[in-house]
């Protein structure tokens, strides 16, 4: 394959090659040296301009590479936020079962208080309700002892 100036030379990924000027091979002594420079400055526009091309493109692949990066370092510290949210939900979701358990015994131990004192309040109303017909009784209540006086009795 022969080259020439119509043909475009691209750089390869390995082998940039913008500095490069290939030499038309149909060139002839002929030609005048304002055509030379002419060419030349076309040739160096080119270059510039694929400089160009080559360094916007660079730039651009490096910028991609950088949001890249901040992405990944976004999801990383969102799996992080995650995760500790899963952590934190287990342990109150935890201290909670904790919580209604005991609440379960308390309401238990409560009902069986109730049912106490119930019961309690029964056997005390048994225990008065005789003395009060007999007639005029006074009943002392001293902590858990239950005494009957007769008033009558000097």
Known sequence: MELNESMPIYPTRFFPISHIHV???????????LGNEAA?????????????????????????????????KQIEELQYQVDQLHSTNRQLSEKLIQLLEGNQQIL??????????????????????????????????NGNQLTAEDSTTP
Request: hydrophobic fraction near 30%; avoid cysteine.
């Open 23 to 33: 030499p038309n091979p149909d060139f002839s002594a002929n030609t005048s040296s």
């Open 108 to 141: 238990q131990e409560n009902a069986q208080l109730k049912e106490r004192v119930s019961s309690l309040q029964i056997i005390h109303a048994d225990l008065i309700t005789p003395l009060r017909i007999e007639g005029d009784v006074t009943v002392n209540t």
């Open 40 to 72: 030349f400055d076309e040739a160096g526009e080119q270059d510039m301009n694929y400089e160009g091309k080559l360094k916007r493109m660079i730039s651009n692949r490096e910028s991609a590479r950088r949001s890249r990066m901040r992405k990944k």
